[in-house]
């Protein structure tokens, strides 16, 4: 696998491979603006240039953008779903200005409006931007959520259906988080188990459509449905199951993007841990 992390765009995005480079990695992840605001400034064509030297000169393989937190594809006020696509569509255009060919987004949260009503939302939603956005060509991938709250994601067969209600493979996919899916109830400390999920997930989604993975450990137990990251082999999933992704061939060209707590300093030891787990 590629191992990647989510890495500072602190002084401008053309930062970002910089700081990857520092930690030996060729993946990365990032915001391309404020993850709590709604509108960002458009990025200045000469950083975009920066951006996209500075990924070439570091070896960089594959990047990856995160969309804004506020953001909700679901959402009942009607107010704050208007809002909610616009922010989306400007991702999507932000992505595809730094070439960056995926834009990983939390599904949403349904706010008790139903399951079924938020599953079919979503779905409208990206449909209905990635038709306005119809030139692009970043691919929008839905991670799976623990399912705090009520938020959608945390079943393969939520995700498959907003993809066959989508109905748009070409712009579509799906990234894992391991945090969240062990939260959700979707236990793989062994390797049996292991070898069950993603048999699952092929089954009910298509390994096909997987373009992505996020590594975090969990400070929660497997069906906690509570959504909080852990430092690899400090949670309760522990380090050898991390190996059984990374030694298995179906995902040796997929990008492992940490998102552990802290900063570049924790990103060092846990991708010592994993490049250990590796050999």
């Not at 404020?34 to 990047?63: H, M, S, Y």
């Not at 691919?139 to 623990?146: F, G, I, Q, W």
């Not at 992704?245 to 802290?262: M, Q, S, V």
Request: aromatic share 8%.
């Amino acid at each position: 696998m590629i191992l990647g992390a989510h890495v500072s765009t602190a002084g401008g995005v053309s930062n970002a491979p910089l700081n990857a480079h520092k930690l030996g990695i060729a993946a990365f992840q990032i915001f391309t603006k404020n993850q709590n605001r709604w509108t960002a400034k458009p990025l200045d064509p000469v950083e975009i240039d920066r951006f996209l030297a500075n990924c070439e000169r570091c070896g960089i393989r594959i990047t990856v953008a995160h969309d804004a937190y506020l953001i909700n594809l679901c959402a009942v006020d009607r107010s704050k779903l208007a809002l909610s696509r616009k922010a989306f569509l400007d991702e999507m255009v932000r992505a595809d200005q730094l070439q960056i060919p995926f834009l990983v987004m939390h599904p949403g949260s349904h706010l008790k409006a139903g399951e079924e009503v938020g599953i079919k939302l979503i779905a409208e939603s990206l449909r209905m931007l990635i038709d306005q956005h119809s030139g692009g060509r970043v691919r929008v991938l839905l991670e799976t959520t623990a399912g705090q709250g009520t938020n959608l994601g945390y079943r393969f067969e939520q995700l498959a259906e907003m993809l066959r209600l989508i109905d748009c493979p070409e712009r579509t996919g799906v990234c894992i988080d391991t945090c969240h899916i062990f939260a959700a109830g979707y236990d793989f400390r062994t390797y049996p188990q292991y070898e069950e999920i993603i048999a699952d997930f092929d089954r009910v989604i298509g390994l096909d459509r997987l373009f992505c993975f996020h590594f975090n450990d969990s400070k929660r137990e497997p069906g906690s449905r509570i959504d909080r990251h852990q430092h690899i082999g400090e949670g309760l999933i522990g380090r050898e199951p991390f190996g059984y992704f990374l030694k298995d061939r179906r995902f040796e060209d997929l990008p492992a993007i940490l998102e552990t707590p802290g900063e570049m300093d924790n990103f060092v030891n846990n991708l010592a841990v994993l490049r250990a787990l590796e050999e």
